[in-house]
């Protein structure tokens, strides 16, 4: 079935960059998204990339996208301590846009 | 701004009790997903919906059922809980073809003792 995979944890220090990865297996994937969950609330979409793209930049949010080894990353510049959250990541599923697989989640701990 | 909404924050419910867990969405869309949420498992799709009536399974539906009589409401039904179904519920919407994907509900948590 498909997997999306990604570590459970990552401690940074305010100001330094954070980079959060995720490995995806559906090849036929359209978009790929990163959701954010603060604490005790829903998830909200942070930013998006297009398969046929390599890296898309928002403010301090860069996705890179590398389709030979199926993995996205997510860095964060001069990261804050209201990034501190859970990070998703997430494959449309069968190439379809509204059905989506998550990750597991990574938790962003910053540290002031 | 895209509203969704759900029933409770916070459920306590007892083995064996029937429990229903209501989602309501504001911006006309037409596609409706309830999802569980366990740590270290990611979300995980219960149930979703296309369309009113129409309901498709998701991922785990075993213990469950849903109900989309009405476009903006979609309801999830648990027949009898049980301690395995405690978690986190996450309703979430979409209109039929999206570039946005997903808004989410704030969740319910639901323990089941």
């Known amino acids: 079935g498909e997997d999306v995979e990604q570590s459970l944890f990552l401690s940074v220090r305010e100001g330094d960059s954070s980079v959060i990865n995720c490995t995806y297996t559906d090849s036929s994937s359209t978009y790929l998204y990163w959701y954010k969950q603060e604490p005790g609330a829903g998830l909200q979409l942070l930013t998006y990339i297009f398969s046929n793209m390599d890296m898309k930049q928002d403010q301090r949010l860069t996705v890179l996208l590398n389709k030979k080894d199926k993995h996205l990353s997510l860095r964060i510049a001069d990261t804050q301590t209201g990034d501190s959250a859970i990070y998703f990541c997430?494959?449309?599923?069968?190439?379809?846009?509204?059905?989506?697989?998550f990750g597991t989640g990574t938790l962003l701990a910053v540290q002031p | 701004d895209v509203k969704v909404t759900q029933s409770s924050r916070y459920l306590v419910k007892r083995t064996g009790e029937k429990v229903f867990l209501e989602c309501v969405q504001d911006m006309d869309h037409e596609n409706m997903f309830w999802y569980r949420q366990d740590p270290g498992l990611g979300l995980r799709l219960i149930y979703f919906?296309?369309?009113?009536?129409?309901?498709e399974k998701g991922d785990i539906p075993e213990g469950y059922s849903v109900s989309r009589e009405k476009k903006e409401r979609f309801s999830l039904i648990l027949e009898s809980a049980s301690t395995n179904q405690t978690s986190m519920y996450l309703c979430?919407?979409?209109?039929?073809?999206?570039?946005?994907?997903?808004?989410f509900g704030p969740g319910t948590r639901l323990t089941v003792l």
């Open positions: 979430a919407s979409s209109p039929r073809q999206s570039l946005d994907t997903q808004y």
């Open positions: 997430a494959e449309t599923y069968g190439g379809a846009t509204n059905k989506l697989i």
């Open positions: 919906s296309y369309d009113v009536k129409m309901k």
